[in-house]
């Protein structure tokens, strides 16, 4: 009896041990294994410029609250990758037409990034009702002279809304003196900002103590153009024919009532869905032309088949695999 028990006490040992051997030689491996890297981007502050101005206006950079206020809004810029990227693929298509605005309407290309900042360039539909590229609220809207009922809302017209916001801008600016000050206005709304100048008894944007929103507002605005100028310091690498290119289009212009949309699509040798893509600003299914009035329609140039060659994929030098292209 007592030698079976010292055979299995024996069998049970040997197991033990092997089993502890076993265990410390995966350690010895593992320690010898590559760490896979689960950290694909690297956090890293924003560069900041020493100098930068809005509109031709200097920003003082070296006031620590302006500093900060500016690193705030790079920081959540650079790194909202998925909304960053959208904006830069769509601004090949938008500047184009907003650039050549502001120009002839005698505004500093700047403000094309306040644009950046309302909407992302796209027309979308704010919690409060303000609406489209530049989003103006409806009674602003109509102000400055574009129609919103509920059939049409040109706040959608990327044309017609920046020749709007543009005369806003210009308002603003010859009320308080400086761009800076009008592109504050411009969210806040000009009573609002005068109450806070009146009640503080400063004139300029950088030491005026404001609501969240809008002591926000510049530093985002120059977040983007400080990332547009100098896409290469924030990472941002897209190839060139990955952009969203404009699409090539013709211009109709419409004195009549067109009761059936996509049969008038079906008449232009175009499909509904790009009738009502190039021209967002109509809601309905029809046109209501009044008499002695009349709009003008965004068409494609051609048939869509013949846009292929716009969206053709390219190879993009940035994305070599394995051997990543460093600036």
């Known amino acids: 009896m007592k030698k079976k028990t010292a055979i299995i006490t024996i069998c049970v040992l ?10 410390a030689v995966s350690q010895i491996v593992k320690e010898d294994e590559p760490k896979p890297n689960y950290y694909t981007n690297k956090i890293t502050s924003p560069y ?23 690193d705030r809004e790079l920081i959540i810029s650079c790194y909202q990758h998925s909304k960053t ?7 090949s298509r938008v500047f ?21 900042a309302e909407s992302g360039l796209e027309n979308v539909t704010s919690p409060a009702g303000a ?43 010859n009320h308080f003196g400086s761009w800076t000050l009008a592109a504050a206005a ?25 609501n969240n929103e809008t002591s926000r507002y510049v530093y985002r605005i120059l977040s983007f153009k400080l990332m547009f100028e100098n896409p290469q310091f924030y990472g941002v690498e897209i190839c060139p024919a990955e952009m969203y290119q404009p699409v090539p289009t013709r211009r ?22 790009e009738l009502r893509d190039l021209n967002p600003w109509i809601k309905s299914t029809k046109l209501v032309v009044p008499e002695g009035k009349s ?14 060659t716009l969206f053709m994929k390219q190879e993009n030098p940035y994305l070599k695999i394995g051997n990543p292209v460093k600036s």
């Open 295 to 308: 709009y003008t329609l965004i068409l494609p140039e051609k048939s869509q088949a013949q846009y292929k």
């Open 14 to 23: 040997s197991v033990l041990l092997v089993a502890t051997v076993s265990f």
């Open 85 to 91: 990227l959208r904006i830069f693929k769509l601004s």
């Open 252 to 273: 109709v212009t419409v004195t009549t009532t067109l009761p059936d949309l996509a049969a008038y699509a079906k008449e232009q040798n175009v499909t509904y869905k």
């Open 48 to 70: 900041i410029p020493e100098k930068m101005d809005f509109a031709g206006e200097s920003v003082p950079v070296d006031v620590y609250w302006v500093h900060e206020g500016v």
């Open 96 to 116: 184009p037409v907003i650039e050549k605005i502001l120009k002839e309407e005698g505004v500093p290309e700047d403000f094309k990034y306040l644009c950046v």
């Open 186 to 210: 411009y969210n806040r709304g000009e009573g609002g900002l005068q109450k806070a100048i009146d009640h503080q008894d400063v004139h300029n944007y950088w030491d005026l103590w404001l």
């Open 131 to 173: 609406n489209g590229y530049w989003q103006f609220m409806a009674t602003t809207a109509r102000k400055y002279g574009l129609e919103v009922t509920d059939n049409i809302d040109e706040r959608c017209n990327l044309e017609k809304a920046t020749r709007a916001a543009c005369k806003y801008l210009k308002s603003c600016k």
